[in-house]
């Protein structure tokens, strides 16, 4: 809506304050999400960041800084997000190491094929579906949607959330 009023208030030409209206949306939905509503903040933030595609996309008055400001933010981003998770993941590690065993590593693994196991029984079950409702998904394009699962920076960021979350036991 806001973006929308700047593009017919006569900020049609100032790529800038729609860009920074952008930012603020994003930042906002993270805020209001957290602090406000106790819920994730980072899904609000990719909610958020949807919604805008979605409908302010045609009243973005130049295109290509919006492309280059958020590959750029998305490449910083990613870059403390995976920073941060190493470095926390580190910190557990070395704090924890005398509760980590072989067993440990076993069941991990045992973790890992199940999340897999779950995931081609989805992906098997609701083929049919997702065939019909879209583009057709070939086998191999099933495979990797199987082997994917949720990665990148979305993932780690609601882990580094959780395990800083102070109501969640260790």
């Not at 295109?63 to 993941?89: K, P, Y």
Request: glycine fraction near 8%.
């Amino acid at each position: 809506w806001l973006i929308g009023k700047c593009a017919e208030f006569g900020y049609r030409s100032d790529a800038m304050a729609q860009v920074i209206l952008t930012i603020c949306c994003g930042y906002l939905a993270f805020f209001i999400a957290e602090s406000e509503l106790s819920t994730s903040g980072v899904l609000a933030t990719v909610s958020a960041g949807l919604a805008v595609a979605y409908k302010a996309w045609p009243r973005f008055v130049s295109r290509e800084t919006m492309h280059i400001v958020w590959e750029t933010v998305e490449f910083i981003g990613n870059t403390v997000i995976f920073f941060l998770a190493g470095v926390i993941f580190a910190d557990i590690l070395t704090s924890r190491r005398h509760l980590i065993g072989p067993a440990d590593f076993a069941w991990l693994l045992v973790v890992y094929a199940s999340a897999m196991a779950i995931r081609a029984i989805m992906v098997c079950t609701f083929w049919p579906l997702l065939n019909a409702v879209g583009v057709p998904i070939s086998r191999q394009e099933a495979v990797v949607v199987v082997w994917s699962g949720l990665r990148g920076a979305v993932s780690l960021a609601l882990a580094i959330i959780v395990d800083l979350e102070p109501g969640i036991s260790e």
